[in-house]
């Protein structure tokens, strides 16, 4: 049974750092991409930051670009999203969501619907207030 799991949301004023993690069991780690995805309230999911099972090439969304970082260790099975720089339009449900690596790049991954992705973790929330 495949599974991802995320920690590390929580509450931060505006300016604020956060780091998001997401732990991978029941997979093969480093067959797939990986991603963070966020969910507003009233809006759609978006595609935050991708990776591939290297780790070398990434994709950002542009308003998150600059301030986020994903990584990844394949050894612990964990991506990290290294947040700084918070705003309060980031506030969202973040998800950690996988996808094999012969399906999509990065930025296939990060602009792919949540039906064409492989698994996704239950979601962390982060507020960040003004």
């Known amino acids: 049974l495949v599974k991802l799991m995320e920690s590390g949301g929580g509450s931060v004023q505006a300016g604020g750092s956060l780091t998001l993690v997401c732990t991978g069991s029941g997979l093969k780690f480093d067959d797939y991409y990986m991603g963070w995805f966020r969910q507003a309230p009233g809006k759609e999911r978006e595609g935050v930051a991708c990776i591939t099972w290297s780790g070398y090439d990434t994709h950002y969304a542009g308003s998150v670009k600059g301030r986020f970082s994903i990584t990844r260790d394949n050894a612990k099975q964990t991506v990290t999203l290294q947040m700084s720089g918070l705003k309060p339009d980031d506030t969202a449900m973040y998800y950690c969501?996988?996808?094999?690596?012969?399906?999509?790049?990065?930025?296939?991954?990060?602009?792919?619907?949540?039906?064409?992705?492989?698994?996704w973790g239950q979601g962390t929330l982060v507020t960040v207030s003004s």
């Open positions: 969501a996988a996808v094999h690596f012969r399906r999509f790049n990065t930025e296939e991954m990060c602009s792919a619907t949540p039906a064409d992705l492989d698994a």
